[in-house]
């Protein structure tokens, strides 16, 4: 396995190949991602396990996600039996993707206890309402808090399913390898993280407009949608950052289960 440096410019070509994959497969990829959503529904109804374990598969889900898009990108259509690549893998990369999920159980609990240091109790609100314009600004610097402090956990995430997967990394350096190729190729994600903001902000800011148009003002039902949408493309986008920042597996893996080609002719592989 080598760690591929990219020019910063990749970054918008990673969120350019999300959407245009996403497009070829709308349906396929839209669906999967509801799927896993539905899943996720069903587990966290069952008592005390169900939450935890819907956390621990998260993982694999991402590895599912990103199998996909390597269907769609090369023209397949993806079926819904992708979601289940993880436990199809052999009992070596499915513990160690059961490790990923433990680990990210343990993180998770604990960025949310150090969310909830700085967080002000959210004042009572009915239910029954829809939500306002003032609710939703009340909330924004919570949510921009808890963005910041789930970054570093979506730093170390982001390529160790596909590490573990493709490349039967263990837990541990697949974590630690997740982290030097952000690290190394930091121009590129920063550019990929700013670009995906602008798309999603523009998109909003459409809806927004069409809403204008039509004399009704913007509602959850409305938006919505537009977040779901931009969230599937960006998670579509994930596979080829992994793509190309990793190259070449290592020899002992299996025929049957290469990893993706690199596609990025402009990188330097180091």
């Known amino acids: 396995m080598k760690l591929n440096i ?7 070509q990673w969120v350019k190949l999300g959407i245009q994959t996403f ?31 819907s956390v621990v598969l998260m993982p ?11 269907h769609a990108a090369a023209g397949r259509f993806p079926m819904p039996s992708v979601l289940l690549t993880a436990f199809r893998a052999g009992r070596q990369r499915l513990r160690a993707m059961l490790v990923l999920g433990v680990v ?5 609990g604990a960025i949310m206890l150090l969310a909830s240091l700085f967080m002000a ?10 939500p306002t314009r003032e609710d939703v600004l009340r909330a924004a610097p919570t949510m921009l808090l808890l963005a910041l402090v789930q970054s570093p956990m979506s730093i170390l995430f ?31 994600f920063a550019l990929y993280a700013v670009t995906w903001l602008l798309v999603g902000f523009s998109l ?19 938006v919505a949608p537009v977040a779901l949408l931009v969230s599937v493309m960006v998670i579509t986008s994930l596979y080829f950052t992994y793509r190309d920042c990793f190259s070449e597996s290592d020899p002992g893996l299996p025929a049957d289960n290469p990893p993706p080609p690199n596609g990025n002719p402009d990188g330097e592989q180091r």
């Open 6 to 12: 990219v020019p910063a410019r990749t970054g918008i």
């Open 23 to 53: 497009f070829r497969q709308p349906l396929a990829l839209a669906g999967l991602f509801f799927m896993y959503f539905a899943a996720t529904l069903v587990l966290f109804s069952l008592p005390v396990i169900g939450p935890i374990l």
């Open 60 to 70: 694999a889900a991402t590895l599912g996600i990103m199998v996909a898009t390597e």
């Open 104 to 108: 990210y159980v343990v993180a998770s």
């Open 121 to 130: 109790p959210a004042p009572a609100a009915d239910p029954a309402a829809a």
């Open 158 to 188: 982001a390529h160790a399913p596909a590490l573990v997967h493709w490349h039967g990394v263990s837990p541990g350096k697949a974590l630690f390898f997740s982290v030097v190729a952000f690290w190394r190729n930091l121009g590129a």
């Open 204 to 222: 909003l800011a459409l809806v927004s407009l069409l809403f204008a148009v039509f004399s009704t003002a913007p509602s959850l039902q409305g």
